[in-house]
């Protein structure tokens, strides 16, 4: 009983520590006189995505590749189709060119970089397919190229656009707000997960199932909750850079130092969803270049989570047909 109860106060956690860190980021933005694009590519992105870095760091230290592979991919596809999709429906969300023309073509290169070095020995005519140390470490290299670019911006100053107005904070309310809401949103997931996860054992499901939809849906959380509160306050650019930024961050950085941990193999099951991963991201590169307004409508938010509706769908097919891996 105690863990449900946790599982229901970790989203309490979760919700509350987003506001704390939107009012934290957004006063850094305005002391630090950067876009909240940056901030959301970089100080929320990071934060946001600490739930999977700890879940796949102990993942690979104890062997579990395919938690730390399906929670990526999984929590990857969630971020576009469905978190972007709830934050859209909240309010359309427009941003800037840099967004459309480089950070979400970066995420779409992130993940093909993914499946092609994951299937490397496969295109050499290899037997198995495995995502090495050495492709870890380009991976990780690709990140620090990615955090160079966006603090290349806010150097440039190309970045500094409406940061939102109002009285100046401090720093210690800055501060405090940012390490306040970090610590329930990691905490809050935490929860929710574990509680998600006991749930799911005692229903009998797989745990293959629980890493590409409970963890990942689990693990997301911080952006479900970070990008809505955005959407809702206005901040569109924040929404869509906490998305794309973490994407980014899980697959570069997060994968990366996973792979290099531990080697990760994969399965033509996990080529598939990072297949889908893909068309997700290609998906939304589209919703961004139709129409010349850079936006993502609501109708566009629906046509999302109906599409994450049906992968999940797809996943219990799947599993019941005895995919599992």
């Known amino acids: 009983m105690i863990v449900y109860f946790l599982m229901v106060a970790g989203f309490a956690a979760v919700v509350g520590g987003a506001e704390f860190l939107i009012r934290g980021a957004s006063g850094l933005a305005r002391r630090l006189r950067v876009s909240d694009l940056v901030i959301g590519l970089t100080v929320v992105a990071f934060g946001t995505s600490l739930p999977e870095l700890f879940v796949n760091l102990t993942a690979s230290i104890n062997g579990d590749e395919g938690i730390a592979v399906g929670n990526i991919v999984g929590s990857n596809i969630a971020n576009i189709l469905l978190i972007l999709g709830i934050s859209a429906l909240i309010a359309p969300l427009s941003v800037t060119p840099g967004t459309v023309w480089k950070e979400i073509p970066l995420s779409l290169l992130a993940a093909v970089l993914l499946l092609v070095m994951a299937n490397d020995r496969l295109i050499d005519g290899g037997a198995s397919m495995v995502l090495g140390r050495a492709d870890g470490i380009i991976l990780i290299s ?24 109002g009285p ?40 293959t199932v629980i890493g590409l939809t409970i963890v990942a849906v689990g693990t997301s959380l911080p952006e479900l909750a970070t990008s809505a509160a955005a ?9 869509v850079g906490n998305v794309v930024g973490s994407n980014i961050f899980n697959i570069f950085f997060i994968l990366g130092a996973s792979a290099v941990i531990r080697p990760l193999p994969f399965t033509s099951e996990q080529n598939v969803d990072t297949t889908v991963l893909i068309a997700a991201s290609l998906l939304l ?14 109708w566009e938010g629906v046509v999302s989570i109906l599409l994450y509706i049906g992968y999940l769908a797809f996943l219990v097919f799947r599993a019941a047909r005895g995919g599992l891996y």
């Not at 210690?172 to 997931?189: A, E, F, M, Q």
């Open 142 to 165: 690709f990140f620090v190229v990615f955090v160079y670019y966006s603090f290349g911006i806010a150097r440039a100053g190309g970045a500094i656009r409406d940061v939102q107005g």
């Open 285 to 298: 590169l589209v919703f961004m270049l139709t129409g010349g307004r850079r936006r993502l409508d609501r």
């Open 168 to 207: 100046a904070m401090s720093g210690w309310r800055i501060g405090g707000g940012i390490c306040t809401g970090l610590v329930c949103l990691i905490v809050g997931s935490r929860w929710v997960v574990n509680g998600a996860v006991v749930l799911a054992g005692r229903l009998g499901v797989s745990q």
């Open 231 to 239: 959407a809702y306050r206005g901040n569109a650019d924040l929404a």
